[in-house]
């Protein structure tokens, strides 16, 4: 299998699961989602802006923007669950439709900067936002809201 559906797939799983995170922040009410804690980034807010900007600034690396490493979102730009909904679908749209124009010889280069190619980088995205998403199901859960099985195995057992 070529590297570039491997990617892909791994691409999918990742906003796969983040679209279904965005339906379990709905049962949150506004004070519960903007709620500070002191756990890692904060609120729920805080967190799916944090995902959103490093998603970004990765695709920006990788891309050879040197400005990358300044790009920056700040949280309180993003008042309202629908305001961050809307900046995650626009990331994951970005994000997506650029890793599927990537041909393995491209995901074999590596990108001024970056310490090895950019299959790695984009493993890496995948994996980050793995342990920022259970950060939120955890926060989520302590809510009471529904959270949901993340294994990587289930969902491309179903994907078909």
């Known amino acids: 299998m070529p590297k570039q559906e491997i990617v892909k797939s791994l691409i999918d799983y990742r ?3 983040y679209n279904r995170l965005r339906e379990s922040i709905d049962s949150l009410n506004a004070e519960h989602f903007l709620e500070d804690t002191s756990y890692s980034y904060g ?5 799916l802006v944090h995902i959103a900007q490093t998603d970004t600034r990765w695709m920006m690396g990788m891309q050879g923007d040197p400005t990358s490493r300044q790009f ?6 993003y008042p309202d669950k629908q305001a961050v909904k809307t900046l995650l679908d626009e990331t994951a749209a970005k994000v997506t439709a650029w890793v599927d124009t990537l041909e393995d010889s491209e995901l074999e280069q590596t990108p001024p900067g970056f310490g090895g190619p950019m299959w ?10 793995t342990d920022h998403r259970e950060q939120v199901l955890h926060l989520l859960y302590e809510h009471g809201a529904q959270t949901f099985d993340q294994e990587l195995i289930t ?3 179903n994907k078909d």
């Open 15 to 17: 906003y796969s699961l």
């Open 43 to 47: 609120s729920v807010r805080n967190h």
């Open 72 to 77: 920056a979102l700040d949280p309180a730009d």
């Open 120 to 129: 790695q980088s984009l493993l890496h995205i995948v994996n980050h936002g």
């Open 155 to 157: 969902h491309l057992w």
